[in-house]
């Protein structure tokens, strides 16, 4: 599965080298905006450990393009990023990532938008064999309810495959509904609601006399949301989300509440400050020894954060950054927690 998978992949990605070139002949109707960015990050626990911390500096390389095209009633998306991290001492870690995603908006009457998004991900490591990639494709409509307020629904599939076994794969199906509107000039706010289906076709399970064996696993999440954002020049964005999770696996049925914070602002001339955390509070409804968890990749479990940017604008195309950042998250076992801090300088050239 994982071959064919990483050839879709790949044909996405390589798509999208057919694609700039033909915006590079007509730059009337593409608007194209693309950035490098090159730095030093310190990790003060690289493999992510509960215990026994490992920190590494590492050098980071981003370079990322974008595309976009609007017409009276078409607009479309492109955006590409590849990300090179590279440790000295620690080969493993080495990682490079492609991430290709784009969306297709048609407005089919004045009142109805139509819309698609897709976004594809490759997580490659240099020296190590846990690679993995993962898909999802969106579809819905967009309805103007009064000139302030909008009514959307779509569904969406996806997918996440490892390059070695099945254990932690899955494919999902979901749907959802949000409501936006507008109460202020400088007030958004959104309230919505989101089903998805997760199926796991080999999740290793404890049978009897303690022999592991392979089996389905079925988990259905729901989650409920609050978002409101404020400002124009500052930014002020809050984010409440209520989950449900329940399993065929009663071990992995949850409920968790996150708080997701946002703070932007230009305290001087030239100069940005970002400001952000999550925390969440997550309770399992069944009682268990340690068990590992349907994700193997502790850095897809954003469970407390906080993060801190700060950056100035040396020209109009070269940009300082510093980015200082704290996680505290679930590790790919259950009830177990890893903590890091991140520091991270580099500069970035805009064209």
Same mark, same amino acid.
């Given at each position: 599965?994982?071959h064919?998978?990483?050839?879709?992949?790949? /044909?996405?990605?390589?798509?999208?080298?057919?694609?700039?070139p033909?915006?590079?002949?007509?730059?009337? $109707?593409?608007?194209?905006?693309?950035?490098?960015?090159a +730095?030093?990050?310190?990790?003060?626990?690289?493999?992510?450990?509960?215990?026994?911390?490992?920190?590494?500096?590492?050098?980071?390389?981003?370079?990322?393009?974008?595309?976009?095209?609007?017409?009276?009633?078409? %607009?479309? !998306?492109?955006?590409? /990023?590849?990300?090179?991290?590279?440790?000295?001492? &620690?080969?493993?870690e080495?990682?490079?990532?492609?991430?290709?995603?784009?969306?297709?908006?048609w407005?089919?009457?004045?009142?109805?938008?139509?819309?698609?998004?897709?976004q594809?991900?490759?997580?490659?490591?240099?020296?190590?064999?846990?690679?993995?990639?993962?898909?999802?494709?969106?579809?819905g409509?967009?309805?103007?309810?009064?000139?302030?307020? &909008?009514?959307?629904?779509?569904?969406?599939?996806?997918?996440?495959?490892?390059?070695?076994?099945?254990?932690?794969?899955?494919?999902?199906?979901?749907?959802?509904?949000a409501?936006?509107?507008?109460?202020? !000039?400088?007030?958004?706010?959104?309230?919505?609601?989101?089903?998805?289906r997760? &199926?796991?076709?080999?999740?290793?399970?404890?049978? +009897? /006399?303690?022999?592991?064996?392979? $089996?389905?696993?079925?988990?259905?999440?729901?989650?409920?949301r609050?978002?409101?954002?404020? +400002?124009?020049?500052?930014?002020?964005?809050?984010?409440l989300?209520?989950?449900?999770?329940?399993?065929?696996?009663?071990?992995?049925?949850?409920?968790?509440?996150?708080? =997701?914070?946002?703070?932007?602002?230009?305290?001087?001339?030239?100069?940005l400050?970002?400001?952000?955390?999550?925390?969440? %509070?997550?309770?399992?409804?069944?009682?268990?020894?340690?068990?590992?968890?349907p !994700?193997?990749?502790?850095?897809?479990?954003? $469970?407390? =954060?906080?993060?801190?940017?700060?950056?100035?604008?040396?020209?109009?195309?070269?940009?300082?950054?510093?980015?200082?950042?704290? =996680?505290n998250?679930?590790?790919?076992?259950?009830?177990?927690?890893? %903590?890091?801090?991140?520091?991270?300088?580099?500069?970035e050239?805009?064209?």
């Amino acid at each position: 599965m994982w071959h064919c998978r990483r050839r879709l992949l790949v /044909a996405l990605l390589v798509s999208l080298g057919w694609l700039f070139p033909a915006a590079g002949f007509a730059q009337t $109707s593409w608007q194209l905006a693309s950035r490098l960015q090159a +730095g030093l990050e310190y990790d003060s626990n690289i493999f992510e450990a509960s215990a026994l911390p490992v920190p590494a500096p590492a050098g980071r390389l981003l370079f990322q393009t974008r595309a976009e095209k609007n017409t009276a009633r078409w %607009r479309v !998306e492109v955006d590409y /990023a590849g990300a090179l991290q590279v440790y000295s001492q &620690h080969r493993p870690e080495n990682k490079l990532l492609q991430d290709l995603s784009g969306g297709l908006l048609w407005q089919a009457t004045e009142r109805c938008k139509l819309f698609a998004r897709g976004q594809a991900m490759l997580k490659l490591y240099l020296d190590n064999v846990t690679d993995y990639g993962t898909t999802t494709v969106l579809a819905g409509l967009t309805a103007a309810i009064t000139p302030s307020a &909008h009514f959307e629904v779509s569904a969406e599939t996806g997918q996440l495959d490892y390059a070695i076994g099945e254990e932690f794969d899955y494919t999902f199906n979901g749907a959802g509904m949000a409501l936006r509107f507008r109460p202020a !000039e400088k007030l958004l706010c959104e309230t919505g609601v989101l089903q998805r289906r997760f &199926h796991y076709p080999a999740r290793p399970m404890l049978a +009897g /006399a303690g022999v592991l064996q392979a $089996s389905p696993q079925n988990d259905d999440v729901t989650a409920l949301r609050l978002i409101a954002s404020y +400002g124009r020049k500052y930014l002020l964005r809050a984010r409440l989300e209520a989950q449900r999770q329940r399993s065929n696996r009663d071990i992995f049925d949850y409920d968790r509440v996150q708080i =997701h914070f946002l703070f932007g602002c230009t305290p001087a001339p030239r100069w940005l400050l970002r400001t952000a955390f999550t925390l969440q %509070r997550k309770r399992y409804l069944i009682s268990s020894s340690p068990v590992p968890l349907p !994700e193997l990749d502790p850095e897809r479990e954003q $469970s407390n =954060h906080a993060a801190l940017d700060l950056s100035r604008n040396l020209s109009n195309e070269i940009n300082w950054s510093l980015r200082l950042a704290y =996680h505290n998250n679930e590790t790919p076992v259950r009830g177990l927690f890893y %903590r890091k801090l991140l520091l991270f300088t580099g500069f970035e050239l805009r064209f």
